[in-house]
């Protein structure tokens, strides 16, 4: 399983890769504009920055709606970096524009998927990765878990090469059972990585193995 930290924040992005399990980073406009990242040229330099901290995959996302602007918007995101994924909302002009980034070679991110149609359509298209977000289903509901076995059953049953890029992680135990269900990827903050660190008996353990060297030493 592959893990990618969802922020814009460079620290953050420095202290999951210092950890060595980092695999790549999502970004999303609403992340960026955290990070008070404005003005063309200030989010294409920010996306070389996070290329530069992270060896892996960094999904950059489209503003344009219509196929034409996401095919100029896409073409000129790639070719800043090579770690650069285009992710493309899933609409039907999307859908479009991964089509079209498939036949030319350059790899997308299917984002905004809340049903199991959509998985299948954005991997008939060709998406390198496909983004479920299921804590938002979650936030309505909706078994956010259950989407991500939908789709990994379907993507098995024809063994389509789109990756299932767990998305709108909140915790720890969204990972696990991403893990337990064969999700490819998954996105998350920090701490939801962290999360994996924890266990009581670990830190009382350790406190135990160093009182008991300490008596001696
Ligand atoms: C995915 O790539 C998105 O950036 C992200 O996971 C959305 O998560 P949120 O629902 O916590 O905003």
Do not use: W
Request: net charge negative; charged share 25%; with cysteine.
């Amino acid at each position: 399983m592959k893990f990618f930290i969802d922020t814009a924040n460079l620290d953050q992005i420095r202290e999951a890769q210092d950890l060595g399990v980092l695999d790549g980073v999502t970004t999303n406009p609403s992340l960026m504009a955290k990070e008070g990242i404005t003005g063309r040229n200030n989010i294409l330099k920010h996306y070389v920055d996070i290329c530069n901290i992270v060896d892996g995959d960094v999904s950059a996302e489209v503003i344009a709606t219509d196929f034409k602007g996401m095919v100029k918007e896409g073409e000129q995101l790639a070719e800043l970096h090579d770690q650069i994924v285009v992710k493309i909302p899933m609409i039907k002009e999307g859908i479009k524009a991964i089509k079209y980034f498939s036949d030319n070679g350059i790899r997308t991110n299917c984002t905004l998927v809340f049903s199991a149609g959509q998985a299948l359509l954005a991997a008939k298209a060709g998406a390198t990765y496909v983004s479920p977000f299921i804590g938002r289903l979650d936030d309505i509901s909706t078994d956010g878990l259950n989407l991500i076995a939908e789709i990994r059953l379907i993507y098995d049953n024809y063994e389509f090469d789109t990756q299932i890029l767990a998305a709108s992680i909140r915790h720890t135990m969204h990972i696990l059972e991403c893990a337990k269900i064969g999700a490819d990827v998954m996105t998350g903050p920090l701490s939801s990585i962290e999360g994996l660190l924890k266990h009581p008996l670990t830190d009382s353990g350790l406190e135990k193995f160093l009182a008991d060297y300490n008596k001696g030493n």
